[in-house]
């Protein structure tokens, strides 16, 4: 039986990159996974994906027979995808592999507020499905960019309802001490108003407390785990977490 890790955020934030890292990490340790492409609009992988949207769909064609520009192609061809994504997942389902990375588009929104992606994810199924947000360190790295990327995050997971694990991606451009620091401010929501209050200086211009507060209620501050695609570094930690979301704790770390 497969898990599906779908790697999600904002454009930019290192997911095409993670896929490919993530996977090259995992046979290093001589685990088993496979890759999918859902981006119908990626010019140039630097990984071959074992499936690929773009085999059925792909954003030049639908922009050509649809007459749209790009950002209308792209909403065409996401729900495009919800149409065929149960022969994609026939196809997946012919593979045995223990992980399967998904890549999403390179907007979140056309993945995370597409209707069509909810039935994406229930395709997949979703107890053995889990989605890796990946945070950009140049808008976590400030506490009101953190605010909004948690809030991202939190909309995510209540989209979807499969466990979600939120990752400071490419902390290799980070310092030691600002990973620290961003690590505190999303493990607690005092710290994150104290940090705040020093970035924004008027007091009257910020969130109040309790909006803050309000944040923990739906799990905010699970704390973010620091991954470098580019250094292959944190990747033992993210697949510690992983294993717990799926098995609740049960060590199944090879030998
Ligand atoms: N320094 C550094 N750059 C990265 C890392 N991961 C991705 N990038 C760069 O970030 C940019 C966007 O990455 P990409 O994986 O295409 O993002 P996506 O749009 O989320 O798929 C590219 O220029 C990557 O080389 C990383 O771990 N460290
Ligand atoms: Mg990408």
Not at 231 to 241: I, N, T
């Amino acid at each position: 039986m497969s898990r599906y890790l779908f790697l999600v955020g904002t454009a930019g934030c290192g997911k095409t990159t993670m896929t490919y890292a993530f996977r090259t990490w995992m046979s290093t340790q001589g685990f088993d996974s496979i890759t999918v492409n859902l981006d119908p609009g990626v010019e140039d992988l630097q990984y071959e994906p074992e499936v690929d949207v773009r085999d059925w769909i792909t954003l030049d064609a639908v922009m050509q027979e649809y007459q749209l520009g790009p950002n209308g192609a792209q909403i065409v061809c996401a729900d495009l995808i919800a149409i065929r994504i149960r022969e994609i997942v026939q196809i997946l389902e012919g593979f045995d592999t223990e992980y399967v990375f998904i890549d999403t588009p390179g907007q979140m929104e056309l993945f995370a507020f597409r209707e069509s992606s909810r039935e994406v994810v229930d395709v997949f199924g979703n107890e053995d499905s889990a989605i890796l947000f990946l945070l950009d360190p140049q808008l976590a790295g400030r506490p009101s960019g953190l605010i909004s990327l948690l809030m991202l995050s939190i909309t995510t997971g209540f989209r979807f309802s499969v466990p979600l694990i939120n990752i400071l991606s490419k902390s290799d451009i980070l310092s030691e001490e600002d990973i620290a620091r961003v690590i505190g401010w999303a493990s607690s929501s005092d710290r994150l108003y104290d940090a705040l209050v020093e970035e924004m200086g008027d007091p009257s211009s910020i969130p109040s407390m309790g909006f803050l507060s309000a944040l923990d209620e739906v799990g905010a501050y699970q704390g973010l785990t620091p991954v470098s695609s580019e250094a292959l570094l944190g990747f033992e930690d993210l697949y510690s977490l992983i294993q717990l979301c799926f098995e609740g704790g049960e060590d199944l770390y090879k030998d």
